[in-house]
């Protein structure tokens, strides 16, 4: 059997804790992920980390992973002599698996006891990095997965079956989420229940709109006259063009909101779409609109710097 150094693949330390490896797992999967990624054997390094990940964010399989010792990468090795009793009872021989293998299997092997048949298993669970665009998270959309996951044979054995899955991703998922598919996973064993497939899902930024849990935000950029005097703009959603109304004496930074604009799950209520207002100056005015200004600078009043001079004050 031949060594992964699965921290190395990661760029974790070996006393790294969950979180960091969860967020070295999910900065790599969006570099490398094959839909996506223009990197070199992107394929290959999105399924080494969806591996190394597997086992290093499970307490147990970490632990019997770091209790196989160091070696280096690709190097071929034994587990240390004790740890088949205390890891992978019933495991076989290690010479014809891989280690990806192992560990997927790890503590789940079928194994005849007292001589009788083996009982049924549930199948083993999968799991999967999925990239969606904004529209495909707000919407939703059917994907398609090419899996190449761990199942049963006839003898309780483990190993690896091509197999395309179909999902449905349902409207409002967000980044970070992880979603479960009952009985998408690895067939069972006996008569054994099937497993179930996760899906860890990142969604890719929008130009426009920003995501918050069910809330979306947008810039709004006003003219300095549509501000004060209030204006009625077309403004675009992920679902449509809607026209906003924009009150009299609206300050930026101002949030005007479209209730149920925003992302939806189910049958759930809708989030909020926030429309930010920054207020524009145009860069280049003619003479006639320059004197504008003028007239306006002579005759108003206003000084939004009078709280200055007082709030200064020790």
């Known amino acids: 059997m031949k060594y992964k150094d699965y921290y190395a693949i990661l760029g974790v330390k070996k006393d790294a804790i969950a979180d960091d490896i969860k967020s070295a797992y999910r900065r790599l999967a969006r570099k490398y992920h094959p839909d996506v990624s223009k990197e070199k054997n992107a394929e290959e390094k999105f399924k080494e980390m969806g591996e190394a990940y597997e086992t290093l964010k499970d307490p147990e399989k970490r632990a019997a992973y770091d209790q196989l010792g160091s070696h280096a990468a690709g190097q071929e090795f034994r587990p240390p002599p004790d740890w088949e009793q205390q890891f992978a009872q019933g495991a076989g021989a290690f010479d014809d698996i891989d280690l990806a293998d192992l560990f997927a299997a790890f503590g789940q092997r079928p194994g005849r006891r007292g001589g009788g048949p083996p009982p049924p298993m549930r199948g083993h669970d999968f799991e999967a990095g999925v990239s969606l665009s904004f529209a495909q998270a707000f919407n939703g959309a059917e994907i398609q997965l090419q899996m190449n996951g761990l199942e049963w044979d006839e003898n309780g054995n483990g190993r690896r079956v091509p197999r395309t899955i179909s999902v449905r991703i349902p409207r409002g998922v967000t980044s970070g989420e992880r979603l479960r598919v009952p009985g998408k996973g690895g067939a069972g064993f006996r008569g054994g229940p099937a497993g179930d497939l996760y899906l860890e899902i990142e969604v890719a930024d929008h130009p426009l709109f920003r995501v918050s849990g069910k809330d979306l935000f947008m810039d709004l950029p006003l003219t300095p006259w549509e501000a004060v005097l209030g204006t009625e703009v077309s403004l675009p959603t992920p679902a449509g063009e809607v026209s906003l ?67 200064a004050k020790l």
């Open 245 to 311: 109304k924009v009150p009299t004496g609206t300050r930026a930074g101002q949030k005007l909101r479209l209730g149920g604009r925003g992302l939806q799950r189910g049958s759930a209520s809708a989030g909020h779409l926030y429309a930010i207002v920054r207020i524009e100056v145009p860069s280049v005015v003619d003479e006639a609109q320059r004197d504008l200004y003028r007239k306006l600078a002579a005759t108003s009043n206003f000084d939004p710097r009078a709280h200055l001079e007082r709030e």
